[in-house]
Every structure is written in structure tokens, then in C-alpha cells.
């Protein structure tokens, strides 16, 4: 099976597009047509999905989907950090990234792992704001070229 679009890249950007429009009208109630005829209402949670990804697709941004459990091995947890596993237990046994015993083994709430790339992502951009500050302070670097700011 091809990952390549059956539709013309034209014909599918208007059809995305018209999606788009319909999905965004307030108080209708959303429903998904089988092939046989039969419909059903799209639950609320799964409509606000649809709606985020045909929304970034009509706005020609790349959609990706991952499906997460609730709670996380900590392999999981770090690949989603993008950091090893040895690491990430450092950090829950520092109290970084709050987490649960089952058994003999952690698990990680992907809300606290969100919550807590948050905050890392956030203290690194502060981090280089200051440090830009600190080069632009010494003549090293220039305001014109900094997009920190922006």
C-alpha cells in the first residue's frame, strides 16, 4: 500500500479546505456516513481531533499521529523525552517527573511527561535568552541577528 495520495494534490488541498469549512460550524453535530448508508454521531473527543488535524492540514502543516497510553514504561517515557531510560529514572528519582509503582516497575503519567517537557522547553528557551543577552552585553552578538525574541 502507497503512502501517495490517490487525489490530485490540487483537488485535495480544496477538499481539505471545504472539510475545514464545515467542521467549523458551531452547534452542528458531526457524523460519519459508512458505505452502506448507516450513520453515527462523532463523539465530541474524536471531533475535536478531526477538526485539529484537518485544521493544521488546510493550514499546509504536516499532521502526525501517535497514539500514547495513559501511563508509560519508562522506556516510553524516555523516548518521548528524547532522553535514555537511565536518565529518565534519575529524574523521577529526583522528583522531576512524578510517578507510580506497579509491580516492581515505574510507570509514567504522559501528562506529567507533558507537563514536564513544558517546563524543561520553557527554562531552555529562558536559558538562551539570557545567555544571548549576556553575548549582545559583551559585543559578541548583535540585536539585528537574534530570533530568540521573537
Known sequence: MSLDSVISPQ????????????????????????ANGEE???PDSVYQVLYQAVHAMA???????AIQDREL???????????????LIKLLEQGEIPYIMVGTHRRVRFEDL???????????????????????????????SSELDQ
Request: glycine residues 8%.
Open 73 to 87: 514504561t519508562t522506556q516510553q517515557a524516555g523516548d518521548f523525552l528524547k532522553v535514555s531510560r537511565p536518565h
Open 40 to 42: 453515527i454521531s462523532i
Open 59 to 65: 493550514s499546509g502543516k504536516v499532521v502526525s499521529v
Open 11 to 34: 483537488l485535495e488541498a480544496q477538499s481539505i479546505k471545504e472539510l475545514e469549512r464545515i467542521l467549523s460550524v458551531k452547534g452542528s453535530q458531526a457524523k460519519l456516513v459508512g
Open 114 to 144: 507533558v507537563k514536564y517537557k513544558k517546563q524543561r522547553d520553557s527554562k531552555r528557551r529562558e536559558g538562551l535568552k539570557q545567555f544571548t543577552q549576556f553575548l549582545e552585553d559583551e559585543g559578541f552578538y548583535d540585536d539585528e
